[in-house]
């Protein structure tokens, strides 16, 4: 639902309720903070869909607590209505208010501890309203819920070296645990001599040898529903239309043919893995309390992103098989050999394995 109501608000679709006291019980509804975030990519610091309980004032929701021992836990539960939030109209289902507010009354008191569930509450009120979970609905219709797409790239060996300089810089900050002096001086001067012999680089190529783009390298999102995408980019986390994401070429899933992978249209629990936790992140950034950081072409970006979606494990498999490749090859025209023979050693000394995430908190 959370997808269906961002493409209903941004073309407008959706109206700003004045007063929830006006609204039959079991109506549901859509909570915002900050509304105007929403044409900006974001969901602002707080989103929530809730049905309307049959006490005035008051909505039936899922909210999210934390529990040490248990993780995440979702909590089915009444609340009143703050007063400093916004109200707005919610995508209706196929049951009567007095169906949904009954299925809403029947779970109250209700707590789960499966990752499957929507941190926004989106498949509480999905389930109230239809009868169906998102579960059933993509087992049933097939959807594009939680498939992984890529559209083309384009990047300069300009932004892979500068990001490159970013994990130097990175890693001189980072101090192991139980350093001795010994080891600290002789992590800065390697790391400082890396730095070097990267400026060195950048200072050799000519700019406009720095600024062509590189041929075949991704951008990568999770679906959702209403022809949705969330992805990790410069701007952080953020929902763009899969129209505007696949900048409306045509476009292939990944799994699909083009990869040489089976195609996982029918493994629901994966899918539905993958959309929520993108989802999660989206809300989680919203909060300011985003888990992924600065974008880096290198150690943290869209691919890390959406394989940490779909399996749980961020890696990215384009990082040394094009990216470096393609920027070595293009230096290899202009610079002096030993110098782009240095990039394997730079790479090396920063222990940069291949699809491995380094900057996950």
Known sequence: MLGTFIRAYQAGNVSKLQTLR????????????????IQSGGIGSQIAFAIVSATPGSLIMQRVESDSETGTVFHICEVIAEPSFHYFTCPSGTLTPEATLQRAQAQLGARYSNALRSFPGDDFVQECLTGLSIHDII???????????????????????????????????????????????ARKLTYEKLERTLNAIKNTAPEKLLNITLPQLEHH???????????????GVRHISKQKFCNTTP?????????GTPQDKHDVELRLLARNRA??????????KGEWGDFNLILNNSEHFSRYCRSGEASCTQLRDKTITAVKTILSIILPGWLTLMLDVILAQLDLTPGKHASMN
């Open 22 to 37: 006006s609204l039959p019980p079991g109506t549901p509804v859509v909570i915002l903070q900050n509304p105007a975030s």
């Open 139 to 185: 087992a049933l219709e097939a959807d594009e819920i939680g498939q992984h797409w890529w559209t083309p790239l384009e990047v300069t060996p300009k932004q892979i070296l500068d990001d490159l300089s970013e994990v130097i810089t990175q890693k001189l900050a980072d101090i192991p645990e139980k350093e001795t002096a010994w080891q600290a001086t």
């Open 221 to 235: 999102a999770i679906l959702i529903e209403g022809a949705q995408c969330i992805l990790f980019s410069g701007a």
């Open 251 to 259: 476009n292939t899933p990944i799994g699909g043919p083009a990869k």
């Open 279 to 288: 989802v999660r992140q989206l809300c989680r950034a919203g909060q300011g």
